[in-house]
């Protein structure tokens, strides 16, 4: 059974840093295009960030300059690495496979607060 589990949040000033780390248990991982999503309250889920199998990456224009995605294959990993945040980036954080059906992780928290 594929499984998402997704790690790092947590509380941050604004301003602060956050590197989030998602450990996805899917066969031919090197191949799959992975994507961070958020959720933030009374919002929908909104595709933040993404990644090819080569490596390529884009962004929303929320988050681009201050949002990093990035894949260790090996390791079957995701991580975003988040620099200057700010209260608007409070959500919870989801990632997933991008053009499949496969079922979404508990996501970890983001709050962004003074």
């Given at each position: 059974q594929v499984q998402?589990?997704?790690?790092g949040g947590g509380l941050?000033?604004?301003g602060g840093s956050l590197r989030l780390s998602c450990a996805a248990s899917l066969r031919f991982f090197s191949g799959k295009v992975m994507g961070w999503y958020r959720q933030a309250?009374?919002?929908q889920r909104e595709l933040v960030a993404t990644i090819s199998s080569r490596g390529n990456t884009d962004y929303a224009d929320s988050?681009?300059?201050?949002?990093t995605i990035s894949r260790n294959n090996g390791r079957k990993t995701v991580f975003l690495q988040m620099n200057s945040l700010?209260?608007?980036d409070t959500a919870v954080y989801y990632c997933?496979?991008?053009y499949e059906n496969v079922a979404w992780g508990q996501?970890?928290?983001v709050t962004v607060s003074s």
């Open positions: 998402l589990v997704e790690s941050v000033q604004p309250p009374g919002k988050v681009n300059g201050r949002f700010k209260p608007e997933n496979v991008l996501g970890t928290q």
